[in-house]
């Protein structure tokens, strides 16, 4: 059983125990090394912070593996109680790998939607004023859909990112238009939004403005990862005739996106947003 194996069962092995001090230590580098590579970049989400943690106590577990097997050999109650943490660990990954496998298969990456009177590009970070690499595949996505429907109202929403001067909907524009050539001039700026919610609450404003229902066809393009999630809170909001289309995610950040949705699924189910 996997938790008396890390807890230190004495029928384990010498050399199954030395081959889980190996997995830890080499699975805590991993972890870290990658989560400290995005948080030197400035990526400061759940999605970094909690794997970082994870990796910090599987290093330490493997470091400080002789010691914690005696002090554990000699405390029957706290092992059991290690035994116990260990085993809700793993419950709780397996549900997050179901919940990869499930968000995989409704990706939606469709490059033909049928027909739009709107095209809200939903934010997804900034980074000295630009968008993030993951945004800026979502704008690559976003410059084919608004050529297909060139008389589609154009929104970029998001608000301001700490430590940022420019909106992540002013920096998408941007994006737009100094790398596709699309007009300032045909893109609303909703620049108020720090939720994929208020994304959508938001852009009522302009959509109404423009004198378009939410009845009407509207597309959202998000990162792939986000598609499901997108489309239950936009519908949720009165979107009904709503298309999401989502873009690539680098692959360098896909771990830890999945992993910060995951808690975001949770999250939007407790605040009712779906």
Same mark, same amino acid.
């Given at each position: 059983?996997?938790?008396?194996?890390?807890?230190?069962?004495?029928?384990?092995s010498?050399v199954?125990?030395k081959?889980?001090? *190996?997995? /830890?230590?080499? =699975?805590?580098?991993?972890?870290v090394i990658?989560?400290?590579? +995005?948080?030197?970049?400035?990526? @400061?989400?759940?999605g970094?912070?909690?794997?970082?943690?994870i990796?910090?106590?599987?290093l330490?577990?493997?470091?400080y593996?002789?010691? *914690?097997? /005696?002090?554990l =050999?000699?405390?029957?109650s706290l092992k059991?109680?290690?035994q +116990?943490?260990?085993?809700?660990f @793993?419950?709780?990954?397996i549900?997050?790998?179901?919940f990869?496998s499930y968000?995989?298969q409704?990706?939606?990456?469709d490059n033909?939607?049928?027909?739009a009177?709107?095209?809200?590009?939903?934010g997804?970070?900034?980074?000295?004023?630009?968008?993030?690499?993951?945004?800026?595949?979502r704008?690559d996505?976003?410059s084919?859909?608004?050529k297909?429907?060139a008389n589609?109202?154009v929104i970029?929403?998001?608000?301001?990112?700490?430590?940022?001067?420019?909106s992540?909907?002013?920096?998408?524009a941007?994006?737009l238009?100094?790398?596709?050539?699309?007009s300032l001039?045909?893109?609303a700026?909703?620049?108020?939004?720090?939720?994929t919610?208020?994304n959508?609450v938001?852009?009522k404003?302009?959509?109404?403005?423009?004198?378009?229902?939410l009845?009407?066809?509207i597309?959202?393009?998000t990162?792939?990862?986000h598609?499901?999630?997108?489309?239950?809170i936009?519908k949720r909001?009165?979107?009904?005739?709503l298309?999401v289309?989502?873009s690539?995610t680098?692959?360098?950040?896909?771990?830890?996106?999945?992993f910060?949705?995951?808690f975001?699924?949770?999250?939007?189910?407790l605040?009712?947003?779906?």
């Amino acid at each position: 059983m996997l938790t008396q194996l890390i807890s230190g069962n004495d029928n384990t092995s010498a050399v199954g125990k030395k081959s889980i001090q *190996i997995s /830890l230590g080499i =699975a805590g580098l991993i972890l870290v090394i990658d989560c400290g590579l +995005l948080l030197v970049n400035r990526v @400061f989400h759940i999605g970094t912070l909690v794997p970082l943690g994870i990796g910090l106590i599987f290093l330490g577990h493997a470091v400080y593996w002789e010691r *914690i097997q /005696l002090y554990l =050999a000699s405390q029957p109650s706290l092992k059991k109680l290690w035994q +116990l943490i260990w085993l809700l660990f @793993f419950v709780w990954l397996i549900s997050f790998c179901v919940f990869v496998s499930y968000l995989k298969q409704h990706f939606n990456t469709d490059n033909h939607p049928k027909a739009a009177q709107a095209i809200i590009v939903l934010g997804g970070g900034t980074k000295d004023n630009k968008p993030t690499d993951a945004v800026k595949l979502r704008l690559d996505k976003a410059s084919e859909v608004i050529k297909r429907f060139a008389n589609a109202v154009v929104i970029t929403s998001g608000g301001f990112d700490a430590g940022e001067d420019v909106s992540e909907a002013k920096a998408m524009a941007d994006y737009l238009h100094d790398t596709y050539g699309i007009s300032l001039a045909h893109i609303a700026l909703e620049e108020q939004s720090t939720s994929t919610e208020l994304n959508f609450v938001n852009s009522k404003t302009i959509l109404a403005q423009q004198g378009i229902a939410l009845n009407q066809p509207i597309i959202a393009v998000t990162s792939d990862f986000h598609t499901l999630r997108a489309s239950l809170i936009g519908k949720r909001q009165g979107y009904t005739n709503l298309q999401v289309v989502g873009s690539d995610t680098p692959w360098y950040i896909r771990p830890n996106v999945w992993f910060r949705e995951y808690f975001a699924f949770i999250s939007g189910w407790l605040l009712d947003e779906y």
